[in-house]
């Protein structure tokens, strides 16, 4: 893979990958102005950071596809390029937060990094429909962010996403996914990491999960944990406890992408409509010595034209109520066209 890193205008950071090619002709950058700021309040009774970015209010919103922010010539100033990261433009965690008011609970200013990872400069698309040798592309462009980010002093855990469709709040339609990096350890990580200290949980039920399978590659699986949460929820991990994908080698690399592929594409078949959803990834937070990498994916529709909400028990108390038995979810995910 070939790396190339700029700065733009404004100071943010962009990177350019390509196994092979190099990137278009170089365009004007138009964007100008100030780094958004943003910091970091207490919750006392959660016990947790929430991240304030008042400047996300103003966040391009459904732009016309003539000025999308993310095809060449916008956020990237390259006539064409295979995979883009961008510093967020509106960053919940960037390099220059600014300062943190005062309020009465303790504040800081958010270190930390908001990036943009542009899979195509096609703008239609998405990861079930990108080429093998793109998503392939892209599992290296995980793993080279990863190792980028975890180099930075003030950066304990590192988290790329993808939100996907309208449904689940996408503002920008182009496909892209995100990484945040930030300066503390999320609960759920921290909880996760203390299991796998103690336990080697999915390797435990590994041999069990057959009824779960959706799809599988040399070293990988595809299932619906046998305690999902959300509706036909799927997970995918190596069968060897990697603290992330940085350490995948290349045929692992190859396998955990086209995995990710069959399953992007199982999950559109569910409906036959594309499925909007929430992808995660939980890797090691930093310095951790054990914990076994997976991806987690949590669809937002249970039915082709009914949506899970989040509601009562799930928001108040965090207490999840699922309507689809993941034994089930994984049937119908099975059946679901390639
Ligand atoms: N964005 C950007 N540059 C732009 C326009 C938007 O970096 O010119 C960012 C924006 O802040 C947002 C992301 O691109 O965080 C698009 O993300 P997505 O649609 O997945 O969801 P959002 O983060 O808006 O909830
Ligand atoms: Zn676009
Ligand atoms: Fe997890």
């Known amino acids: ?24 002709p170089l365009l ?34 459904h732009p016309p596809r003539q000025s999308c922010p993310f095809c060449p010539g916008g956020e ?38 908001s990036e ?26 995980w793993a080279a962010r990863y190792r980028a980010l975890y180099e930075l002093p003030e950066v304990r855990y590192v988290f790329p996403f993808e939100n996907r469709g309208e449904e689940v709040g996408v503002t920008l339609f182009h496909p892209h996914g995100q990484i945040y990096a930030y300066p503390f350890v999320p609960a759920s990580i921290a909880t996760e990491a203390a299991v796998f200290a103690k336990q080697a949980v999915l390797q435990d039920l590994w041999p069990r999960l057959d009824p779960y399978h959706v799809a599988q590659r040399p070293g990988f699986l595809a299932f619906t944990p046998p305690f999902a949460r959300f509706p036909y929820e799927v997970w995918i991990a190596p069968e060897q406890p990697h603290l992330g994908p940085w350490s995948f080698s290349e045929a692992e690399s190859d396998a955990f992408a086209d995995l990710l592929g069959e399953v992007a594409l199982r999950l559109d078949g569910l409906f036959s409509r594309e499925m909007p959803y929430v992808m995660a990834f939980h890797a090691a937070p930093k310095d951790a010595e054990s914990f076994h990498f997976h991806v987690e994916i949590y669809p937002k529709l249970r039915s082709r034209d009914k949506q899970k909400h989040l509601a009562g028990t ?17 049937r119908l995910l099975r059946e679901a066209g390639r």
């Open 1 to 24: 893979m070939r790396e190339w890193a700029f700065s733009k205008a404004d100071g943010r950071k962009l990177y350019l990958y390509s196994w092979d090619k190099e990137p278009g």
């Open 28 to 61: 004007e950058d138009s964007y100008r102005g100030q780094p958004a700021q943003a910091h970091l309040r207490w919750h006392p009774l959660q016990q947790e950071w929430v991240i304030y970015a008042p400047q996300r209010q103003g966040r391009t919103y």
């Open 76 to 113: 990237v100033p390259f006539g064409d390029f295979e995979i883009a990261v961008v510093e967020n433009r509106y960053p919940a965690l960037s390099s220059r937060p600014g300062l943190a008011p005062q309020p009465p609970v303790p504040s800081a200013p958010a270190y930390g990094r």
């Open 116 to 141: 943009v990872v542009i899979y195509t400069a096609n703008h239609n698309g998405s990861l079930a429909r990108l080429s093998q040798e793109r998503r392939r592309l892209l599992v290296r462009v």
């Open 314 to 330: 799930e928001v108040g108390v965090g207490i999840f109520t699922a309507a689809v038995l993941p034994e089930e979810a994984a």
